[in-house]
Nanobody
């Protein structure tokens, strides 16, 4: 059974940084598109950053220049480096692994990020 385990969330001051990690128990990890999504209370879950199997990245406009998504296929892990954090970045952050050609989509349990003074 596929498991995605996120870590690295927490409470941080505005302007601070956090690094989220998502470890995946997928033997063919390198073939999966990976993404970070977030959901704030009362809002829909939204994509924050994605990285495909070839390493191409995409970001929502609100985090461009502040967040960086990366992957380490040798460690079956995807990261989200978050800098210059703002209160509006406060949300539960979820990791997703997908392989559209196989109809696969998996989610982690989420990790809370709170940006507050």
């Amino acid at each position: 059974q596929v498991q995605l385990v996120e870590s690295g969330g927490g409470l941080v001051l505005p302007g601070g940084s956090l690094r989220l990690s998502c470890s995946a128990s997928i033997t063919t990890f390198r073939m999966y598109h990976m993404g970070w999504y977030r959901q704030a209370p009362g809002n829909q879950r939204e994509p924050v950053a994605t990285i495909d199997s070839g390493g191409k990245t995409n970001y929502v406009d609100s985090v461009k220049g502040r967040f960086t998504i990366s992957r380490d296929n040798a460690k079956n892990t995807v990261y989200l480096q978050m800098n210059s954090l703002k209160p509006e970045d406060t949300a539960a952050y979820y990791c997703r692994a997908s392989r559209p050609s196989m109809g696969h989509s998996y989610w982690g349990q989420g990790t809370q990020v709170t940006v507050s003074s």
